[in-house]
């Protein structure tokens, strides 16, 4: 039997496979061609079941800023049952107006050597030269898209799978303020990213309610139970989430001080508003994971408001103070 593909691995082996092809590939060749896929059709996995598992993967890599592009009948654009995929190749490329100094470069080097041509896994290599053999031509080179390095939550990996399957998952929950963890039973219906974290979203058995859970506070592993759900569940669940997070985001908000120049300006200007005199409005979900990133920035902020945002940023900074062998006198 072949080996399972990881979900994240999929998803690298299909943005190689679109990134290798101008014209772009049917769904029908994704599914024969790129690795993830394939091992399932070979598995006895039904059409429409690798069906809708691209359909999410195609999803999911919009969200992440992958520009997916959809190509129609050339008579009539709008018929897609032969549609081609692809990602173009001049949506990364940079304006030629722009210069880097030698600095800049230096730091592009160091993070390009993170990833390599031999970073590509070897199913997303084989899948390119199967795309090849179709007497589909690829552009060249093809540099890898795996990286050596992961910021992913361990918990990760766990859901996704468990997202696919449709299958409950239990894991221990942390939550700000509490002593201990507490068991959580969960329908999880989709996996997402806000503010450079990743959440999954789902129904919490137990209060059958639905729920927002942040993956870097589940403690210890995710157990996947045999307890199932309707995978209908799953539709639309993303945007619902998504749509949650950002209305939570415009309740609040945190009026800050920063000084110019400095990474905080550049971080937090991204997403912030300007406000009256220097300050400047930065919408949050949720307090602690805010103060956590305040408190990183040290003096380059000031929190002006509220004033539970800046007693936690000060918690924080005087934790990190007698951490490093600080006293009180000192303080």
Do not use: C
């Amino acid at each position: 039997m072949a080996a399972r593909i990881p979900a994240e691995e999929r998803l690298t082996n299909l943005v190689v496979a679109l990134m290798a092809t101008e014209i772009g590939l049917t769904k029908q060749q994704i599914l024969d061609s790129v690795s993830g896929y394939r091992q399932r059709a070979d598995a006895g996995a039904r059409s429409d079941a690798l069906e809708k598992m691209f359909e999410r993967d195609k999803d999911e890599l919009r969200s992440l800023g992958v520009p997916v592009e959809t190509i129609g009948d050339a008579a009539d654009p709008n018929d897609l049952r032969e549609a081609r995929y692809r990602i173009p190749q001049a949506e990364y490329d940079l304006p030629d107006d722009i210069e880097f100094t030698p600095a800049e470069l230096a730091v592009l080097q160091l993070a390009g050597s993170v990833w390599s041509a031999e970073s590509a896994s070897g199913d997303a290599q084989a899948g390119v030269r199967k795309i090849r053999a179709l007497g589909i031509d690829g552009d060249e080179p093809i540099i890898g898209f795996a990286p050596r390095i992961t910021a992913r939550d361990a918990a990760f990996a766990p859901l996704q799978d468990a997202i696919e399957k449709s299958r409950v998952v239990v894991f221990d929950y942390l939550k700000p303020g509490e002593d201990a963890p507490r068991r959580r039973r969960v329908r999880p219906l989709a996996l997402v990213d806000y503010e450079a974290r990743w959440h999954v979203f789902g129904v919490d058995v137990d209060a059958e309610s639905d729920r927002m859970f942040l993956l870097s506070r589940i403690v210890g592993a995710v157990k996947t139970t045999t307890a199932s759900f309707d995978p209908a569940l799953r539709e639309g669940a993303g945007e619902r989430a998504l749509a949650g997070l950002e209305q939570v985001a415009a309740r609040n908000s945190a009026l800050l001080e920063v000084t110019p120049g400095t990474e905080a300006s550049l971080r937090l200007g991204r997403r912030a508003t300007p406000a009256a005199g220097q300050g400047i409005r930065v919408p949050f979900v949720d307090l602690h994971i805010l103060a956590d990133e305040l408190a990183s920035y040290g003096p380059e902020v000031r929190v002006v408001e509220p004033e539970a945002l800046r007693d936690a940023v000060i918690a924080r900074l005087r934790a990190i103070f007698t951490a490093n062998g600080g006293t009180e006198e000192e303080r």
